[in-house]
């Protein structure tokens, strides 16, 4: 297996499903939730394709330990959208500005969790 593959967030059924799922008029909560069950999808195929967590060697112990992958942040799900040409690069500058905005205001991890 390829190491990129260790890394790798955007496997074809997680984008099948941000492509199926996305709505222009969706709420930052609706995303947010959405970017959640994108996740839950992502980590559905590393178990079923057996592609482990990529691993580290901690500099005190000098054991290897499993990285945990992080949620799906908004901030990459709108990448992705534009970078499968579902919606353009200005409206991706605009949504993820307006993201920045509502993330501020209410506090939120670039996951949209509460900090």
């Known amino acids: 297996m ?6 790798k967030i955007w496997y074809s059924p997680v984008v099948s499903r941000l492509k199926k799922e996305w709505n222009s ?4 909560d609706e ?9 839950k999808t ?3 195929y590393r178990k079923r394709n057996n592609i482990p967590n990529e691993m580290y060697r901690c500099p005190k112990c000098k054991s290897e330990h499993e990285v ?3 949620l799906i942040t908004v901030g990459s799900a709108l990448y992705a959208l534009m970078n499968e040409c579902v919606i353009s690069y200005d409206e991706y500058e605009d949504r993820h500005k307006s993201w920045t905005k509502y993330q501020r205001k209410h506090k939120l991890k670039a996951n949209g969790q509460p900090k």
């Open 2 to 7: 390829g190491h990129g593959n260790l890394k």
């Open 25 to 28: 008029e969706i709420s930052w």
């Open 31 to 39: 995303f947010i939730v959405m970017c959640g069950k994108l996740t």
């Open 42 to 44: 992502r980590n559905s």
């Open 68 to 70: 945990k992958l992080e």
